[in-house]
């Protein structure tokens, strides 16, 4: 019989292995989910403090499936991408992105994705599979190694923009994240946590019925039905108004912050008029601020990044429309790290 992956069970579920057919005291089960949880142990043996008969008895009935670096790239602006191999085998991408101010993983949800976004390498992939939540968690924990050796300090924040539509990996994101935030996990902030989503009106609403606490970033890319249909498939059946009304729910179930996330394309989305519709966006939106994007050309498609000169007005009528936006510059580039690039390639 395969061994379950222990990582796999409740705490509930856990803690009845323990006292039932193993007939452990409770404190046993205690002691076992701090391992695998706060110390992120993953062999049974690390696991000083449990007599080592019941170490093996847990080693042969359970079992560890953590993920394995597989490479690791980095890039000339600090930024470090880790290719993650599963314990069946598909591979999967995570990044370090160092600024400044932060230090951000961007995560995957999903082997591949089936949303088919035309200017993201994720899209031209084939959606194998859903990730785990400890597939989830461990991409966190080998990024803050990373963070740690090569920074001193731990990571400051976690974007699920990686590859795969983390709304639809719903049950197994939201587990993930629990563990991120519990403090007898690793205890990182809800509000340092942000998910992005291609938009998926009716999931949206079930995270404000869920009351989560990280925030969320939708994105948006076009600010017409029939433009953002175009580039993104999902558009049609989760229309913009269908979308905002979402956001609207969300933002008054959980007042969590939410970004619009805009990829600048040249001669696509980036005229006044645009900009003119994204501030109307905005305003339909309670606290909605704008991320820019700077696109990251592909092989599989034709996209070619805004000019200068446009992208500063664009941005200029936002401002001058008390639209918060801020700019994010790509990173890492040179290694196929940025948004929309995660293809295992490399
Ligand atoms: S942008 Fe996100 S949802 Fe769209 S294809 Fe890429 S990974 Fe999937």
Known sequence: MERQDIRLLSREALEQALTGDLAQPRFRARQVWHWIWEKQATDF??????????????????????????????????????????????????????????????VSAQVGCSLSCSFCATGFLPLKRNLTPPEITDQVVLLNRIAEKRHGKPLSNIVFMGMGEPLLNYKNVLAGIERL???????????????????????????????????????????????????????????????????????????????????????????????????????RVPGARVNIIEYNPIEQADFKKSEADRREAFIAHLEENRVTAKVRRSRGKDIDAACGQLANKG
């Open 45 to 106: 043996e690390a696991m000083q403090n449990l007599p080592a008969a019941l170490r093996s008895q847990l080693a042969e009935r359970f079992a560890f499936r953590p993920l394995s670096i597989e490479t690791e790239q980095h890039s000339e602006d600090g930024t470090v991408k880790v290719r993650f191999q599963l314990h069946d085998g598909p591979l999967i991408e995570g990044v370090l992105i160092p600024t400044p101010e932060r230090l951000t993983a961007c």
């Open 181 to 283: 935030t519990a403090e007898d996990g690793l205890h990182i902030s809800a509000k340092r946590i942000t998910v992005s989503t291609a938009g998926i009106a009716k999931m949206i609403r079930r995270l404000g019925q869920d009351k989560v606490r990280f925030n969320l970033a939708l994105s948006l890319h076009h600010t017409t039905d029939e433009a953002r249909s175009r580039i993104m498939p999902i558009n049609e059946s989760n229309s913009l108004d269908a979308l905002v009304d979402a956001l609207n729910d969300f933002y008054a179930e959980t007042g969590g912050r939410i970004t619009f996330e805009y990829i600048l394309f040249d001669g696509l989305n980036e005229s006044l008029a645009d900009a003119e519709r994204l501030v109307q966006l905005c305003r």
